[in-house]
């Protein structure tokens, strides 16, 4: 059984740039969370997709898109970053709705804005 | 806006002794309560939770207490083993897809 699994694993960009993130779930998960955390913050909630649609949003702008795909992985797009987006960026996959304990996270991808 | 709190950025306790990993949180409507252990280059591996109808759970060397009327939540881990080091995060959700972590604890468990 495949875990969750992220890359690039790091990543340097500047300002004003595009970035995208993947991540595939793990086997089994048809539902994957994506979580920015800046440095010495715990993660915070960016949004989750469930089947290919998006399943919720917590407080980050427009600029922060997302994807996924029919076998359910997924991608993370920033636009217009700016160097707040420095953080590093992990996605989480469960079965259905599960959350919580049910979400298996990757080891992140590290952003830096320069 | 910070509903979840660990207000002691690290802990160190001895091998053999408990550690207590304490986390507090605002918003009343939170009902499942969860703590994450993560080392350096992985991602968050769940470690215990606790619905908000139980006041405690016990899964091994850890245990998890909740105090609703203070918004309190704590993580025991009796004994304490050095391969605990690691930062703990408690995590609260009202929903599934919406959970609220705290800046973390960094534990180190000393030989």
């Known amino acids: 059984e495949t875990g969750v699994t992220q890359s690039p694993t790091h990543l340097i960009k500047t300002r004003g740039q595009q970035v995208t993130l993947r991540c595939s779930s793990q086997?089994?998960?048809?539902?994957v969370s994506w979580y920015q955390q800046a440095l010495g913050q715990g993660p915070q909630f960016i949004f989750q997709?469930?089947?290919?649609?998006?399943?919720g949003r917590g407080n980050f702008p427009p600029r922060f898109s997302g994807l996924q795909f029919p076998n359910y992985s997924s991608e993370l797009n920033v636009n217009a970053l700016e160097l707040d987006d420095s953080a590093l960026y992990l996605c989480?996959?469960?079965?259905?709705?599960?959350?919580?304990?049910?979400?298996?996270f990757g080891p992140g991808t590290r952003l830096t804005v320069l | 806006d910070q509903q979840v709190k660990q207000n002691s950025p690290s802990l160190s306790v001895q091998e053999g002794r408990i550690s207590i990993l304490n986390c507090d949180y605002t918003n009343s409507m939170f009902d499942y309560f969860l703590w994450y252990k993560k080392y350096p280059a992985e991602g968050p591996t769940f470690l215990i939770s606790i619905s908000s109808i139980k006041d405690k759970n016990e899964d091994g060397r850890f245990t998890v207490f909740l105090n609703k009327s203070a918004k309190h939540l704590s993580l025991h881990i009796v004994p304490s083993q050095p391969g605990d080091s690691a930062v703990y995060f408690c995590a609260a959700s009202d929903r599934d897809n919406d959970m609220r972590f705290g800046a973390g604890t960094r534990l180190t468990v000393k030989p």
């Open positions: 989480a996959s469960s079965s259905g709705l599960a959350g919580g304990g049910g979400q298996f």
């Open positions: 086997s089994g998960h048809n539902t």
């Open positions: 997709y469930y089947r290919e649609e998006e399943n």
